[in-house]
């Protein structure tokens, strides 16, 4: 198999039809259906159920798009890693956190990252849920990971747990909380909530501060769409828990913000598959590592020679 046949492969794959794809990927559409061809007849069966407007994978094409998204990313960093020798003068960093990361660490750690290599062509995705942010490292649809827990639920993918972020309760302006000095895990179980839905880190760090009272929390509204929870606290719909410096942004646009006592700490990870790393992933982590010194390295966390312990 060639790189252009699995390249088109998955192009149609993610578009949906072979036009869609030929335009997105800047090509002739007979030359996309002859590659696609040539590939079908290496296998010795078809990939693609052709429908009236589109297409479907048929099973052979299900079975395909993880390694071929593999290939892809091997292919990646088989480049990457002659441009490492030349300085890391480019190269891709493809990043997929949980949104309240992306925002805090992740902002930060990629200022860093890119005030030292800003030649580096960063992508980042942010799904709420965490099982969508592993799955997407497990298949190759990313190199790294971050998600807002430090317990083991990324098995045996190879990770760093992040520094620790303090929780705030966050609640209307003119909300009857607000003049109080913090929040007690008691006064957080009897407050109205604003959360996304379940699985986002959102709402795991609500129940599990108000699962310590052995309740559960009330939810007024559940939104999809982490952008819309301030707005929807600040017009009085209820409080939420953000962290410190989401928190710190709600309070500006006139938002109560109250310590909790208890501290509520959350600590976030940063993983990705075992092996060799791409010199721009690799780099980043040794970043993250050096911010994070002394959180924790899992012990299959060694990226190999191309990784940042081989530096």
Same mark, same amino acid.
């Given at each position: 198999?060639?790189?252009?046949?699995?390249?088109?492969?998955?192009?149609?794959?993610?578009?949906?039809?072979?036009?869609?794809?030929?335009?997105?990927?800047?090509?002739?559409?007979?030359?996309?259906?002859?590659?696609?061809?040539?590939?079908?007849?290496?296998?010795?069966?078809?990939?693609?159920?052709?429908?009236?407007?589109?297409?479907?994978?048929?099973?052979?094409?299900?079975?395909?798009?993880?390694?071929?998204?593999?290939?892809?990313?091997?292919?990646? /960093? =088989? @480049?990457?890693? #002659?441009?490492?020798?030349?300085?890391? !003068?480019? *190269?891709?960093?493809?990043? &997929?956190?949980?949104? $309240?990361?992306?925002?805090?660490?992740?902002?930060?750690?990629?200022?860093?990252?890119?005030?030292?290599?800003?030649?580096?062509?960063?992508?980042?995705?942010?799904p709420e849920l965490g099982t969508d942010v592993t799955s997407a490292v497990r298949a190759?649809?990313?190199?790294?990971?971050?998600?807002?827990?430090?317990?083991?639920?990324?098995?045996?993918?190879?990770?760093?747990?992040?520094?620790?972020?303090?929780?705030?309760?966050?609640?209307?302006?003119?909300?009857?909380?607000?003049?109080?000095?913090?929040?007690?895990?008691?006064?957080?179980?009897?407050?109205?909530?604003?959360?996304?839905?379940?699985? /986002? =880190? @959102?709402?795991? #760090?609500?129940?599990?501060?108000?699962? !310590?009272? *052995?309740?559960?929390?009330? &939810?007024?509204?559940? $939104?999809?769409?982490?952008?819309?929870?301030?707005?929807?606290?600040?017009?009085?719909?209820?409080?939420?828990?953000?962290?410190?410096?989401?928190?710190?942004?709600?309070?500006?646009?006139?938002?109560?913000?109250?310590?909790?006592?208890?501290?509520?700490?959350?600590?976030?990870?940063?993983?990705?598959?075992?092996?060799?790393?791409?010199?721009?992933?690799?780099?980043?982590?040794?970043?993250?590592?050096?911010?994070?010194?002394?959180?924790?390295?899992?012990?299959?966390?060694?990226?190999?020679?191309?990784?940042?312990?081989?530096?």
């Amino acid at each position: 198999m060639e790189r252009r046949e699995l390249e088109y492969f998955l192009a149609i794959a993610e578009h949906g039809s072979f036009t869609a794809a030929a335009a997105a990927l800047h090509v002739a559409q007979p030359s996309l259906s002859h590659a696609i061809g040539s590939l079908e007849s290496k296998l010795g069966g078809r990939v693609f159920h052709r429908l009236a407007h589109g297409v479907s994978l048929t099973p052979a094409g299900q079975a395909l798009v993880a390694p071929a998204r593999q290939v892809m990313r091997d292919l990646s /960093t =088989a @480049t990457d890693s #002659v441009r490492q020798v030349l300085g890391l !003068a480019g *190269g891709r960093l493809d990043i &997929v956190a949980q949104t $309240t990361l992306a925002v805090d660490p992740l902002a930060g750690m990629v200022g860093d990252f890119l005030a030292e290599h800003p030649d580096v062509a960063v992508h980042i995705t942010d799904p709420e849920l965490g099982t969508d942010v592993t799955s997407a490292v497990r298949a190759g649809e990313c190199e790294l990971g971050m998600i807002d827990t430090a317990e083991s639920a990324v098995g045996d993918l190879a990770s760093i747990v992040l520094r620790g972020r303090e929780i705030h309760a966050v609640l209307p302006p003119n909300s009857a909380e607000s003049g109080k000095a913090r929040l007690t895990p008691a006064e957080l179980s009897a407050l109205d909530w604003v959360t996304t839905p379940r699985g /986002t =880190a @959102t709402r795991e #760090v609500i129940e599990s501060a108000v699962g !310590a009272q *052995g309740q559960r929390p009330r &939810v007024v509204v559940e $939104t999809a769409h982490q952008a819309m929870v301030v707005p929807l606290v600040l017009a009085g719909a209820g409080a939420t828990l953000l962290p410190g410096s989401m928190a710190r942004e709600a309070a500006e646009r006139g938002a109560a913000v109250l310590p909790l006592r208890p501290r509520l700490i959350r600590r976030g990870t940063l993983f990705w598959r075992p092996g060799p790393l791409s010199p721009a992933a690799a780099e980043f982590v040794r970043i993250v590592e050096s911010r994070t010194s002394g959180c924790g390295r899992s012990p299959s966390s060694d990226p190999g020679e191309g990784g940042p312990e081989g530096r």
